[in-house]
């Protein structure tokens, strides 16, 4: 039986509020609060030190250094990030600790289960198959897997042998795969025949084609996960199982600088184009590393399951880099968390004996939404840390997950971060607390925030206003924009200067420093945990060949977070109908995929206009929130609002 012991207590004084209990604190990582102030006054120390547990074919010379948009961390230093994950762990003697469960859809299918010997036998195995393949240093190699083992080792024999990976979310178009591989310029894709999702083979195979027409790739590695049959093209695919069959099980780890490029992940800006966000390999490993260890107090016996995709960077960093760096147990779960009923997650916790859980707050409320009979049919004992990511999380998902999931026993670590950021960056510690509900906590020992006004000033406490990170800045924050310096600059630089880095973020911050995210103040949707850019879906629907200009906005939405709400003007002669709305949709799956489709699609006659010919976004948002639409008076066409109040049933 597992401990059901409590690890975090109520305030006495503050509803909602709770303490990590001696226990907890004693076997924390993290216990004392002095490690903010010791951190803060020589951050440059603490990250050395955090350094220092993990494994450095060569020491660093300087440990950081900065000009104007541009920093490096542990310069000089030489690593890999698959021998941390791997042989690192084997070479201590823990070769036979189990690396990774995999659980599959189907629920009759048997789990694999590699060991980290395994695991390292398997991904020196496919790093010799690329190498096999003519693919080298710097080289970018795409992967477009479900969640299936092999994705975890794609990434890691591509790092393994210091090729750079781009990984693109399974359940992305094959217009945004191919929008990705030109862009970075991969020569290799590694991608499956299909998998399952909510009890459907779904195939990828196809996608993959057509996602590939036109880029460089110039070989295509498909495992077999689904059996289905898949076009082939022949000279160019090549089977995973025959590629990988002959090769030996042991391949070196490049040593890598630690400011080599690793990977790059695209991600939404407020523009239609993704960014390719770079991060390196030394500070990306020291931060993964340490925020997995102390954000979620792992030990030698941790189940750890991080329930994204690996397609977004929290699948790259708490799925695959962060646990297997810690030596623990990384949990994939390929499937739906519906099928085959609304209890699988759950069963899924007590059949593997899951100690960590960390999810995103869309999932929790649709769980809340499911009820709380479903968790009560399984021992969820094993637990001792809750995760949230992705989105704020409101009040009551916070309690229920709480209460429901952690039965009151566990303390939930609401992780601020980005994929810019790599790896968490606001969040409270399980040894240290406090934990409430809508507040993320301090930032991680070592790295500065600050709110500030739109001039730049800093606000007082409890005031809102835009978090920035100030230097030096977190070590495994990203280093450029694949290919778009000026970009970079102008992205993340740009309001505040290089003295700032602009999360694009509201928050506020209370006097000891716990702050509390309000979301998003550009044009970036947070979509049941996926970000995308109004722009992109805006871009998608312009294709349709009826559509002459398209408007989206983001509203807020019980589950999902937010949702985008699009208003299309249709060309002269076009009638709108449910059909067409339909089609609109298609066309969004084509473009993106499922996940950027609208919830509503309302046909205008006029889009509300600046002077200069700009749509007033803001004026759309506002009637779509249910909120006041303010002067319009400067409008070109302010009668266009009336009509809008009309279409909505604006009641603001
Ligand atoms: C939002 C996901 C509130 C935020 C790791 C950020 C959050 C964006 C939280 C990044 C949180 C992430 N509380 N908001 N705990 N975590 N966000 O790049 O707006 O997919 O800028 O990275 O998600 O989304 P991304």
Not at 192 to 208: I, M, W
Not at 431 to 446: C, D, E, L
């Amino acid at each position: 039986m597992a401990e059901t012991r409590k690890w975090v207590e109520p305030d006495p004084k503050r509803e909602n509020w709770f303490w990590p209990t001696d226990e907890l604190r004693e076997r924390a990582w993290a216990a004392d609060p002095k490690i903010y102030e010791e951190a803060a006054a020589d951050p440059l120390a603490f990250w050395a030190k955090r350094a220092e547990e993990i494994s450095w074919f060569r020491r660093w010379d300087k440990v950081y250094e900065e000009e104007p948009y541009a920093f490096r961390w542990f310069l000089g230093g030489k690593l890999n990030l698959s021998y941390n994950s791997l042989d690192r762990h084997v070479e201590a003697g823990r070769g036979d600790k189990v690396a990774l469960i995999w659980e599959p859809e189907p629920p009759d299918e048997p789990n694999r289960i590699l060991t980290y010997k395994e695991l390292l036998a398997e991904v020196s195995r496919l790093a010799n198959a690329l190498k096999s393949l003519g693919v080298k240093k710097g080289d970018r190699v795409g992967i477009y897997l479900p969640m299936i083992p092999e994705a975890i080792v794609a990434m890691q024999a591509v790092v393994r042998i210091g090729a750079v990976h781009s990984v693109v979310f399974s359940a992305f178009s094959a217009e945004a795969l191919r929008d990705r591989m030109l862009d970075c310029e991969a020569k290799v894709l590694i991608t499956a025949d299909g998998y399952y999702r909510r009890g459907k083979l779904v195939s990828l195979k196809p996608n993959a084609d057509k996602g590939i027409a036109g880029t460089k790739v110039e070989k295509v590695i498909v495992v077999r996960r689904a059996g289905n049959e898949v076009p082939w093209n022949e000279g160019r695919d090549i089977w995973y199982h025959e590629i990988t069959k002959d090769q030996p099980a042991e391949c070196p780890p490049e040593e890598m600088d630690a400011e080599d490029l690793a990977f790059i992940l695209y991600t939404s800006g407020t523009t239609g184009k993704p960014k390719g966000v770079m991060h390196t390999t030394g500070g990306y490993a020291v931060q993964a590393y340490t925020t997995c260890k102390w954000d979620f107090n792992l030990h030698e016996d941790d189940v750890h399951w991080c329930t994204a995709d690996v397609g977004w960077i929290t699948g790259h960093t708490y799925i695959n880099y962060g646990p297997l760096m810690n030596g623990v147990t990384t949990v994939v779960y390929e499937g739906s968390p519906d099928y085959p009923d609304y209890g699988r997650m759950w069963a899924t916790i007590q059949k593997h004996k899951v100690t960590v859980y960390y999810t995103a707050p869309t999932a929790i409320r649709m769980h809340v939404k499911w009820g709380e009979d479903w968790p009560k049919k399984y021992d969820l004992s094993s637990l001792r840390v809750l995760g949230t990511v992705g989105e704020p999380i409101n009040e009551e998902a916070w309690l229920w997950y709480f209460k429901h999931i952690g039965g009151e026993r566990c303390p939930i670590i609401d992780t601020w971060w980005q994929t810019e950021t790599g790896a968490t960056c606001v969040e409270a510690l399980p040894g240290i607390g406090p934990f409430i509900p809508t507040v993320a906590g301090r930032p991680f020992p070592g790295i500065r925030a600050k709110i500030l006004d739109a001039g730049g000033q800093p606000v007082p406490p409890g005031e809102g206003g835009y978090l920035v990170l100030e230097p030096p800045f977190p070590p495994s924050l990203l280093r450029g924009l694949w290919g778009d310096p000026e970009k970079y600059k102008a992205t993340y630089f740009g309001e505040y200067g290089p003295r700032y880095y602009f999360t694009r973020d509201g928050a506020r911050m209370d006097e000891v420093g716990n702050i509390r995210i309000t979301g998003r103040v550009d044009d970036v949707m947070n979509v049941a945990g996926h970000r995308l850019a109004t722009a992109e879906v805006e871009d998608a629907l312009t294709q349709h060949p009826l559509v002459s200009e398209v408007a989206v906005v983001s509203r807020p939405d019980e589950v999902k977070g937010e949702v985008p709400i699009a208003f299309a003007l249709l060309k002269a002669g076009a009638q709108p109908s449910d059909e067409l709305k339909r089609e609109l949709i298609k066309t969004v799956d084509q473009h993106i995929g499922p996940t950027a489709r609208p919830a509503e699609i309302y046909f205008v006659e006029d889009l509300p206009k600046t002077r200069s010919g700009k749509i007033m976004r803001r004026v759309l948002k506002a009637l779509v929130r249910g909120e006041p639409v303010g002067d319009v008076t400067t409008l070109r066409n302010p009668e266009s609002v009336d009509h809008l109040k009309e279409l909505v049933g604006y009641e603001g």
